[in-house]
């Protein structure tokens, strides 16, 4: 295991923060892997890795295109431990990269460390109900969520021009369209104030989110308020197939205290729960609960 | 012509007991399919019916491949056959091993043009296995699949990324991994039901597929229960005026 070098590969420059501060926690030189304009390679440059740059994508080609030059360029450094942010292209390209270099995934670690000469590397398994220690011996591909490792500074690293071109793959892009829906990036938010279905209307949610702008808050939701109701955007949802944060303050509505939400929220240093049932497995899980009907405490917020 | 659909028989993580000392306690466990295959196999159902092909359901796993509860159950969604590659070694496999036994099946079987996975497993949930699978067999693979359309020897599909979706057209075959919105997995009917019984399904060993290396990339060393935080559980109780303020009180002390 080369645990001198650590590979970094996102899509987005500011993805690459959270890969950088991983690398640094396992004490290796962060080398990020990087597709995209030369403005955005220098932005990395300076968060303190050493870049691969490749430029730009060719018109039409898809993330994991990069996947042949991403691949000599982790043969050629050497790297035996590459860490991803754990996005849906990431998660792509990491697929080829492992069967080319026979490595192991791991998706959402949420801890690394060294044992000796291995790798231990941790994760959710059965939606949250269980925590994974994997050991990786040889060639092996962490992929990582926004919050983590906390951010770190570190003195800029220089950009190296790789010519490799990335060209275009099997699949023809015909068409983008943007998305409407929001993203959001929960990562940085210190308190959050997060509604499940318990909180009953959508004019409860307005009443709420007022609170939350009066916090300084950032909104988050439990997966049926995106997925059922479809009253917020997918990026605020927390839990085991959405975002895990670790804010100061956590405040919740309506949420029961499933496993597959808490698993989102549980690094909270704070968590401060509202619901109208006592026996909710949330107020054995919380630092200050009341148990009353939200409607009832919305007047008062 | 034929598309096949694969699936993993898991646990319902809603029966699993956690043990004193923070083991996992399965005794209680049914079976399931994954939740996101189900979304696969729905898909190749509908895509089998509408360009006149057959689907396939095929697995890999332990003993669990063998019940014939789970059987019946996939085979009224709609696939015409259904293959399960069994060892014991592959009921703790992950996304490498997994996918090349997959890919071996697959090599096995005649003129696939099409390769449907769900999302992720539903136990462990590590999205790699249609990526890996396609690498594996040297065919185009994608994830995020939203929509899927076949004509002849070609695919046009949605990709839901981030903040875009992307509009692709690709020539079979191929392997595509779809999201769990993409579609409502049928609920079977009785008729479905009884009609599954009558199905083949057949039941391979690794070996008989040409793989004998089981051994994965990675080595499990635990799997427990998380650790409760230490929190203060300091509950208010009642609707009243004074604990509702005292308790928003507190809240404005955290700020």
């Known amino acids: 295991m080369n645990k001198d070098t650590i590979i970094l590969i996102a899509e987005e420059p500011r993805d690459f923060e959270v890969l950088i501060a991983g690398a640094v926690a396992l004490g290796g030189k962060p080398v990020a892997i990087y597709a995209g304009p030369d403005a955005d390679a220098q932005k990395i440059a300076a968060m303190g890795a050493r870049v691969l740059h490749f430029g730009e994508l060719t018109e039409g080609a898809l993330f994991a295109d990069a996947a042949d030059a991403f691949e000599n360029a982790i043969t050629s450094e050497g790297g035996s431990v590459i860490l991803g942010r754990s996005t849906k292209a990431v998660q792509e390209i990491a697929g080829k990269l492992a069967v080319r270099l026979n490595a192991g995934v791991v998706n959402d670690a949420t801890s690394l460390a060294w044992d000796d000469d291995a790798l231990l590397l941790t994760h959710l398994v059965y939606g949250g109900s269980a925590v994974r220690i994997e050991k990786a011996t040889g060639s092996v591909i962490a992929l990582l969520g926004p919050s983590a490792f906390e951010p770190v500074t570190l003195p800029a690293g220089e950009v190296v021009a790789c010519n490799d071109a990335i060209e275009v793959g099997p699949f023809r892009l015909l068409d983008v369209i943007e998305k409407e829906e929001e993203q959001v990036d929960l990562g940085a938010a210190k308190i959050v104030v997060c509604v499940g279905r318990g909180i009953g209307t959508q004019e409860n949610l307005a009443a709420i989110e007022a609170f939350a702008r009066k916090l300084g808050a950032e909104m988050t939701c439990t997966r049926p308020i995106t997925e059922v109701n479809e009253w917020m955007a997918r990026s605020r949802y927390l839990g085991v197939s959405g975002t895990t944060i670790k804010p100061d303050v956590y405040i919740g509505f309506g949420i029961s205290g499933q496993v597959q939400h808490t698993v989102g929220m549980n690094g909270a240093k704070t968590v401060v729960v509202v619901n109208k049932d006592k026996n909710a497995p949330f107020f054995k899980q919380c630092d200050l609960g009341l148990v009353a009907d939200v409607d009832k405490v919305l007047p008062y917020l | ?255």
Request: charged share 25%.
């Open chain 2, 1 to 255: 012509m034929s598309i096949v659909a694969c699936y993993k028989i898991v646990p319902d993580e809603q029966d699993i007991a956690i043990n004193p000392d923070r083991t996992l306690n399965f005794s209680r466990a049914t079976l399931k399919i994954g939740d996101y295959d189900l979304n696969a196999v729905e898909a190749g159902a509908q895509l089998a019916a509408s360009t006149d092909t057959q689907l396939v359901s095929l697995t890999a796993g332990g003993p669990e491949v063998k019940d014939s509860k789970i059987k019946k159950s996939i085979l009224s969604r709609g696939p015409a056959e259904n293959v399960a590659i069994c060892d014991p070694v592959l009921a703790t496999a992950e996304a490498d091993v997994i996918s090349k036994i997959l890919a071996a099946a697959i090599r096995t079987m005649d003129e696939v043009n099409l390769v449907l996975c769900g999302e992720g497993s539903a136990d462990l949930y590590e999205q790699q296995v249609g990526i890996q699978l396609g690498e594996r067999l040297g065919w185009p693979a994608i994830n995020a699949v939203s929509s899927l359309e076949v004509e002849g020897d070609r695919a046009r599909l949605r990709r839901t990324l981030g903040n875009e979706v992307q509009v692709l057209e690709v020539t079979l075959p191929a392997v595509v991994s779809v999201v769990a919105d993409m579609n409502e997995p049928r609920i079977p009917s009785m008729k479905d039901i009884l009609g599954a019984g009558k199905k083949p399904s057949k039941t391979l060993t690794p070996d008989e597929v040409g793989i004998t290396d089981l051994d994965g990339c990675l080595e499990i060393v635990s799997t427990l229960a998380p650790e409760q935080k230490e929190r203060a559980c300091e509950i208010l109780e009642g609707d009243d005026t004074d604990t509702i303020t005292s308790f928003v009180a507190r809240i404005r002390e955290m700020e």
